[in-house]
Nanobody, 127 residues
Framework: QAQLVESGGGLVQPGGSLRLSCAAS????????IGWFRQTPGKEREGVGC????????FYSDSVKGRFTMSRDDAHSTVYLQMNSLKPEDTAIYYC????????????????????WGQGTPVTVSA
């Protein structure tokens, strides 16, 4: 069964760092752009970033640009989201998803290109 599994979330103080992982099982990520998204209760799902099959093809939302970095390890079918200088407003459930495209054009959440969702991992930034 093809699925994505996120891990690495948790509680961190403001200014701290976390690295989220998005691991595929039952399939490989080689041909997919991968999006990272987040959602808090009562708010719409927000695009955080998108990484294409070429690691140079990356886009970030303005809210995380310069603080978050995506990377991918296709040999292990895993994509990472390194989050630095975390702020309380980064608190959310973080999701990864494969997209029906190889290259990203932006970091915006577009349901029409989503293929497979992960189950999400919670991130809480609080003192």
């Amino acid at each position: 069964q093809a699925q994505l599994v996120e891990s690495g979330g948790g509680l961190v103080q403001p200014g701290g760092s976390l690295r989220l992982s998005c691991a595929a099982s039952g399939f490989t990520l080689d041909y997919y752009a991968i999006g990272w998204f987040r959602q808090t209760p009562g708010k719409e799902r927000e695009g955080v970033g998108c990484i294409g099959i070429d690691e140079g093809n990356t886009f970030y939302s303005d809210s995380v640009k310069g603080r978050f970095t995506m990377s991918r390890d296709d040999a292990h079918s895993t994509v990472y989201l390194q989050m630095n200088s975390l702020k309380p407003e980064d608190t959310a459930i973080y999701y990864c998803a494969t997209q029906r495209r190889a290259y990203c054009s932006d970091a915006v959440y577009d349901e029409n290109v989503i293929d497979t969702w992960g189950q999400g991992t919670p991130v809480t930034v609080s003192a």
